[in-house]
């Protein structure tokens, strides 16, 4: 179990001792260490896009986060490890100063990957004494913010996966990020999944969101607050769409029509030249049989598994895919009403799922004072909604309220899609 489930198994956070939180602490920076482990040197210091980021960058931009918001403000004796890390290792904090541009991330040849590892050793031992011996009104203060960093390495944490699948892809070799067999937990489920099943939800008022941050969970900001939804009648698919359903739509000329497309979502398709999901390797035949791919992922490249979500796919190709099978995206409020619901299966650990509601902030919503601010806010604007999780989510980094977001473009994280309708007259 990772940070957030312990804490979601056993105790209000507000009573829980300081020697649990430092544990978990613990465990997950030495988890980013784990998936960094298999990836070598050069493979760590690589940025294949702007998108992305180097796996020594996220080991860096993460230790970076708890010198500069809880150790910095709070820790009168600390020292920084370097401080020209603090303009290398900023990610997008106005309010904390310059930075070095996103799309040269990966021209940090220095410092080292070993002088990363110090870095973060550096200020594991430094947050341990923070936690250890810090005042108890202090401690009231540092509690949520250690949470909220733990949250975000976390993220990171995924960000990782789906960053180095991007670099190992543009290799011609294609090498495996480490190997593993198909019950791998860095890899989709194969399970094959019954139905598709349609189903039925009436029409209600439902409460939408978190009321976090409290004493007895975590919640980012853009969870809350709390707030209630009128829900039309609608249906919802009893599963995430399948490869070898999105490949009946390929063999059907769903990249050839452009009467399923949105207007964006078709230049894309123009521009960029999709002819099927990132990462999927054509084989022969029509790409109507799963026989026809190939999918590369974390364990290199494998014939695709009929059965197993579908992933790596953008909004426009999600969007266009239901249009094609009579259907839509549900909005973030119907998925959330029905994962409370429990009859849905494939909500989490599989694939993030699109939606088609746009990043807002929830009525009543205001970002957190100071630079945390800066986390969610500023990015409610030509977004959409991806709700549930993903095989590369950090298990217990998850909940029913939690919204991720992309452009709708984006096509290298593990996102896929569950279809819906509205419930017939």
């Given at each position: 179990m990772t940070m957030t489930s312990l804490l979601a198994a056993e105790q209000p956070l507000a009573t829980l001792p300081r020697t649990f939180m430092?544990?978990?602490?613990?465990?997950?920076?030495?988890?980013s260490l784990e998936l960094a482990a298999p990836l070598s040197a050069e493979d760590q210091c690589v940025q294949s896009m702007p998108d992305a980021s180097p796996t020594?960058?996220?080991?860096?931009h993460t230790t970076w986060f708890f010198e500069t918001l809880l150790l910095g403000p709070h820790a009168p004796a600390y020292r920084p490890f370097n401080e020209r890390y603090a303009y290398l290792f900023n990610s997008y904090y106005e309010?904390?100063?310059?930075r070095h541009p996103r799309p040269r991330?990966?021209?940090l040849t220095r410092p080292s990957l070993e002088e990363i590892h110090a870095y973060r050793h550096y200020v594991d031992a430094a947050m341990e004494d923070l936690i250890e011996n810090c005042d108890a009104r202090l401690w009231l203060e540092l509690r949520p913010l250690l949470l909220l960093g733990l949250n975000h390495e976390q993220q990171h944490q995924e960000l990782l996966l789906t960053d180095i699948l991007h670099v190992l892809s543009c290799n011609p070799l294609l090498p495996a990020y480490r190997k593993g067999d198909d019950k791998d937990s860095l890899s989709p489920s194969l399970d094959a999944a019954p139905g598709p099943v349609w189903l039925e939800f009436p029409g209600a008022a439902a409460a939408i969101g978190s009321d976090a941050p409290g004493d007895d969970e975590f919640a980012f900001d853009n969870e809350t607050p709390r707030h209630d939804v009128l829900l039309q009648p609608y249906q919802l698919g009893s599963r995430l769409v399948t490869c070898g359903e999105y490949a009946q739509f390929i063999g059907d000329g769903g990249?050839?029509?452009a009467g399923l497309w949105l207007s964006d979502g078709w230049a894309a398709v123009q521009a960029q030249g999709w002819q099927a999901p990132a990462?999927?390797?054509?084989g022969g035949g029509s790409g109507a049989d799963a026989a026809d791919w190939q999918?590369?992922?974390?364990?290199g490249l494998r014939p695709l598994a009929p059965s197993a979500p579908v992933t790596n796919l953008s909004f426009y190709e999600a969007a266009a895919y239901a249009e094609w099978a009579g259907a839509r995206l549900p909005t973030e409020f119907?998925?959330?009403?029905?994962?409370?619901d429990l009859r849905i299966s494939q909500a989490t650990g599989h694939a993030w799922q699109w939606t088609r509601s746009s990043y807002d902030p929830y009525p009543g919503y205001h970002p957190p004072a100071g630079a945390v601010g800066e986390y969610n806010g500023k990015f409610m604007v030509g977004q959409l909604v991806l709700r549930g999780s993903s095989f590369a989510t950090p298990p217990g980094h998850t909940r029913v309220t939690y919204r991720n977001f992309f452009p709708p473009g984006a096509r290298w994280q593990f996102s896929g899609l569950r279809l819906a309708k509205d419930k017939p007259c």
């Open positions: 430092l544990r978990q602490y613990m465990r997950v920076r030495a988890y020594k960058w996220h080991l860096a309010t904390l100063g310059p991330r990966g021209l990249y050839r029509q990462y999927w390797v054509a999918v590369f992922g974390l364990q119907e998925w959330e009403a029905a994962a409370r």
